[in-house]
């Protein structure tokens, strides 16, 4: 075997890795935050609580050698700032939606985004346009959406704004986050940095505009001055650890595929988000939103992922999960994603 291919195979199962790595964390993340916003209804503040986690783990491990970030400056903090906002923003819209809906709706509306994302890759970043096959895969998402949301009995004008707010902002997150991963010289460990915590000093911001702080002030002297009971304890714990984990391998996936695959990506991994959501209580749609919401997923699966021509790669993937810059699109097909 040619040391060559021997490094294409290398690069696959690193990439493979890392978009399994993010599809099982993002499936299990949004059941995941559905409760601990059940339990802990701050979205706010259980968000700030993820960024603290995320940012001080970096730090932390990074002190004791266990990994390698960039150092956190202030020229790269103004640079990577906008793309914190658009972050942050996606995030905030996301828990406030599950606040409002149930997991299944969130599914629906993330899984519009592909179409979404396909239009701007090719508008904004000089991507290939979406082959017939692909196309007709996004068209299908959209019709399992449209569905959906015909059939939903739980239909309330604040969660689909709430809805409506998300697929804007994690649209535009998906496409200019992969810019920003494209455009700045920083390993996987030092994104992850830079967007908790960027995140976490914009957070106090919307915590007194929403007004949020009242809220939990006031929980807190009811409770004579603790907010956490034992199962919301656990449930945020959980959630900070796993926005941890999805930290780093979105930022990881990101830049080994492209922005449109690294979107279907999380559109397809929400088969056992469906399942695990049904399982596990009755915050779930009827029969027939189900099967709308499953029309979306087979609109995932189906989906190919066009052929971009890029030169061989130089070198593999580094220890902290950053990919050479002339290898970052994923040319092989759906197959090859293993999700």
Known sequence: MSSSSSSRKQQHYATSSLVIGYALCSS??????????????????????????????????????????????????????????????????????????????????????????????TLFRSQPRPSRLTFL????????????????????????????????TITTEMVYIKHMVSSLQLNTWGFVLYNNLLSLMIAPLFWFLTGEYTEVFTAVNANGGDVFEPVAFFV????????????????????????????????????????????????????VGLICLLVTICGGVGYQQSVTVVKKPTNGPSHTGKVDDESRELIPGKGDTNV
């Open 137 to 168: 895969s996004l068209l299908v998402i959209l019709a399992g959406a449209v569905g959906y949301v015909a059939n939903d009995s739980a239909f309330t004008l604040t969660a689909y704004s709430w809805a409506l707010g998300y697929l804007v």
């Open 236 to 287: 945020v714990a959980l959630s900070c650890v796993f926005g941890f984990l999805i930290s780093f391998f979105g930022f990881a996936a990101r830049q080994a595929i492209s922005a449109t695959a690294f979107t279907v990506t999380g559109v397809v991994n929400k088969f056992l988000t469906v399942v695990i959501n049904v399982v596990v209580w009755d915050k779930h749609a009827t029969p």
């Open 28 to 121: 299990l993340l949004a059941v995941i935050n559905k409760l601990a916003i059940t339990f802990f209804n701050y979205p706010g503040l259980l968000t700030a609580l993820q960024y603290l986690t995320s940012s001080l783990s970096v730090l932390l491990l990074g002190k004791s050698g266990l990994l390698r970030h960039d150092p956190f400056t202030l020229p790269t903090a103004k640079k990577f700032l906008p793309a914190a906002v658009v972050f942050y923003l996606a995030i905030f819209t996301n828990t406030n939606l599950l606040r409002h809906a149930n997991v299944d709706t969130f599914i629906v509306f993330r899984s519009l985004t592909p179409l979404l994302v396909a239009v701007a890759d």
